[in-house]
Nanobody, 128 residues
């Protein structure tokens, strides 16, 4: 059973930075995509960024490009999301997620409909 545990959320002022962490375990397949989705109050869950375990390629939603960076430490089974230049519109619960589908772009856009492996979520609040 895949287990994902996210941490690192908090309250930060606009323009500030936060780093989220996700520990993972229990994968039974060799390659997978892992990364972050978020859900703001009253909005659908959206894909933020993913990284492929196969080759390290990454995909980002347009709204975070140049500000957020995903990374993975495969020896520690950890994925990180460095968030810089945070904006109030980044306020959301951030979920770590994983899926064996390696079409990152499709997974980022539509994966909320079929992904079954989710972490518990960590709240990020950006004040203006």
């Amino acid at each position: 059973e895949v287990q994902l545990q996210a941490s690192g959320g908090g309250l930060v002022q606009a323009g500030g930075s936060l780093r989220l962490s996700c520990s993972y375990s229990g994968f039974t397949y060799d390659d997978y995509a892992i990364g972050w989705f978020r859900q703001a109050p009253g909005k659908e869950r959206e894909g933020v960024t993913l990284i492929s375990s196969a080759d390290g390629t990454t995909e980002y939603v347009d709204s975070v490009k140049g500000r957020f960076t995903i990374s993975r430490d495969k020896d520690k089974n950890m994925v990180y999301l460095q968030m810089n230049s945070l904006k109030p519109e980044d306020t959301a619960v951030y979920y770590c997620a994983s899926d064996p589908n390696l079409d990152l772009r499709r997974l980022l856009r539509y994966g909320r409909h079929w992904i079954v492996s989710w972490g518990q979520g960590t709240l990020v609040t950006v004040s203006s």
